[in-house]
């Protein structure tokens, strides 16, 4: 029997009566497990298996291809649906999709457990979504080890300096920004389709929303315009559909949760 801390990514009724459930745990890993009687209004896991979750649970962690089964699940917290924080809500969906999407099962990463459960905490408070999102994500990728260069050229290493050119060119195989010489053989070689260019506000503005030595959050009260926003939020989409091989299936998702993104006010 293994004891865990975890996320519910994911729910699928099984049966009538059961549940198969991803789960996120803090200790194994992604896991699915089969929770028997997990439909039941008087279920042994009073109630603990919803999307969103953060739970405790106890578990048979099964050999092979075979699912997980279930034994016990305490809630710890459960996401707070309030209808003014609809769009808190669905960046909560996109978080879990993306950490069950780019996670391999059996695979412990102990800080991705903790980012997932901050940032679900953050988004349940409705406010800075959008920046929230690509914190997230830009940490995430580093969590994983796919994070994109943005420093130096993705394909030959070379210090990029972003205040010398008002654009820079970005390649989603590369994973990064690229100098002005590896832009130019990509396009040569027929290879343009992957290649973008990001304005270097935007440039600047994803290295400090998705710096991970933060800690003071300044990524919270940065002057960022909406549209080098907008521009970040552009790139991501892309990157994350070529790393997915699909768009998330929050995608259209993602232009709501913009639209009711509420900027809190710092007053200093
Ligand atoms: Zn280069």
Request: proline share 2%; net charge positive.
């Amino acid at each position: 029997m293994e004891n865990a801390d975890a996320v519910v990514l994911r729910t699928v009724d099984f049966s009538e009566t059961s549940l198969i459930l991803t789960l996120f745990t803090r200790q194994f890993g992604k896991i699915e497990a089969l929770a028997k009687g997990g439909r039941r209004l008087k279920s042994p896991f009073e109630s603990a298996l919803d999307i969103l979750a953060r739970i405790r649970v106890s578990f048979l962690h099964k050999k092979g291809d075979v699912l997980d089964l279930l034994t016990e699940a305490k809630l710890v917290k459960r996401f707070r649906v309030v209808e003014s924080n609809l769009a808190g809500l669905f960046a909560s969906y996109y978080v879990v999709e993306l950490v069950d999407s780019l996670t391999e099962k059996d695979d412990p990463n102990p800080a991705v457990y903790d980012l997932t459960v901050k940032m679900l905490n953050r988004l349940e408070q409705g406010t800075l979504l959008m920046r929230s999102l690509i914190r997230f994500e830009g940490l995430l990728l580093k969590a994983i080890g796919q994070q994109p260069s943005l420093g130096n050229c993705a394909e030959c290493g070379a210090v990029m300096n972003d205040t010398e050119q008002k654009r820079v060119a970005f390649g989603y195989l590369d994973g990064g920004v690229l100098c002005s010489r590896c832009a130019e053989t990509l396009r040569r070689t027929g290879h343009g389709q992957f290649l973008t260019s990001l304005s270097a506000n935007a440039l600047h503005g994803m290295k400090q929303l998705t710096d991970p030595r933060d800690i003071t959050e300044n990524w919270k009260r940065l002057a960022l315009e909406r549209n080098t926003q907008n521009e970040i939020r552009g790139l991501h989409n892309y990157y994350f559909s070529h790393l997915l091989g699909k768009r998330p299936r929050l995608y259209d998702w993602l232009n709501f949760i913009a639209q009711n993104d509420k900027e809190e006010i710092l007053s200093h």
